[in-house]
């Protein structure tokens, strides 16, 4: 059965000089490598938004062209777990940040979640 | 790249059949059958319910169905439960190899 577990709950305050988040995404019950994973976020009442991709075999990445120059998406296939950073935050990153296994360019599991609030 | 176009609602009474239409262009429906629909219950996480315009995912139910025509894609729900009450949002791949959500619809069970 497929699983992702994301990390907790964050909260942080923009502005700050080099203020950023890290969330993981921690996969079991499927061969690490054989899928990507994309990130998603979806702002408080507002609907899905797509961030990225990283193909968790060689490394690769798509971001979203809004996000270019303040994401990375990284993995480490020895714990089968992927991480998501977002730089420079405001409170417009204030978001629920999801990962889901992307298979053919559907979203076939997703993760439970992560609360990142972004406030003074 | 903009967002799919969804109706921000649609209702339905118990039994009846409602679609839930999401428009797009020739960089993203049009051009792909690489379509798929996601149900998202209020704080829960989005689960796929549709894949290549019209796949089920094992242990979906067969009153889901999708399609597409053109630039524009569809899902439709038969039989409506009180349980289908949720948000609907669309998505697809895109020649610039991202992926694309569409607005979102609420789908209320009267």
Redesign the interface.
Known sequence: QVHLVQSGTEVKKPGKTGASVKVSCKASGYTFTDYGISWLRQAPGQGLEWMGWISTYSGNTIYAQKLQGRVTMTTDTSTSTAYMEVRSLSSDDTAVYYCARDVNYKFDSWGQGTLVTVSS | ?S?LTQPASVSGSPGQSITISCTGTSSDIGG?N?V?W?Q?HPGK????MI??VSNR?SGVSNRFSGSKSGNTASLSISGLQAEDEADY?C?S?TS?????????TKVTVL
């Open positions: 790249q967002a792909y690489y798929s996601y998202q996480a989005p689960k796929l894949y290549e995912p949002y998505s791949y610039s190899s991202t992926r694309v959500f569409g607005t979102g």
